[in-house]
């Protein structure tokens, strides 16, 4: 059984509750007495992509379990490149792969400079096209910032990520994609991508109000009063299983 750990969107920079938030996650995590196959963090790490706030970020996303982290469009390439991952700094795309013993991660980078919709570019494609045709029969986890289908949340809808026909042809090919992980949305959300599980992590920084719960405009949407919600992803071998738990 692989059990995964998911968290999303913990925006350093934001507020000044940010570190508090996420550091209380990771505590929370390495309090587990199991352990994890993996941590992953789907995006949107700093609020403004300064440097600062990677340095930040770099001292509390660290873990006893093996953590991945990706970028979202609040993030910055070349400083999330550099001083993260200890990389020269450049504006290509961030993509990244965790193996385990149990299971391949790819975490892709679905963002596009100085835009907050998301899309994977070429370069992006091919490196995952690579990773899942080296893959040996291990499941593969692929993961990005933005989700791919519309989730009926206010603002999130019209800067999803655009342009999936491509992606959608890949999955179909390896069918030891048990799912797709994201964030983006700041809220829990379960529904089905290219025939897989599409599972969103929620926020950490805030939750996003639905319409029916008030959230009429983006504004009216993010509540920093609630706390952190992260997921817990399973897998049987056969079925995926996702439980969400909020973090006091």
Sequence with gaps: MIVIGHLSDVHIGATAETVTRTAAVMRYLDALPADLDAVLVTGD????????????????????????IGPGNHDVRAEFRRVLLGRPADDRPVNQVLRTPNAIYAMCDSSIPGEAAGHL??????????????????????????PPVMLHGPGIDGIRMHRTERLEALLAEHPNVPAVLVGHAHTAAATTFA???????????????????????????????????????????????THYRVVP
């Design 195 to 241: 025939g897989r599980p599409l599972l969103v992590g929620g926020g950490v920084v805030s939750t996003l109000k639905l319409p029916w719960e008030g959230g009429v405009s983006f504004a009216e949407a993010i509540d920093y009063a609630l706390p952190p919600l992260i997921a817990f992803h399973v897998f049987d071998g056969a079925r995926m299983t």
């Design 45 to 68: 790490i700093a609020d403004h992509g300064t440097a600062e706030e990677y340095e930040s970020a770099a001292k509390l996303l660290t873990s006893r379990h093996p953590v991945l």
């Design 121 to 146: 570019e070429d370069e992006t494609l091919d490196w995952l096209a690579g990773v899942l045709a080296g893959s040996g029969g291990l499941p593969v986890f692929v993961a990005f910032h933005h």
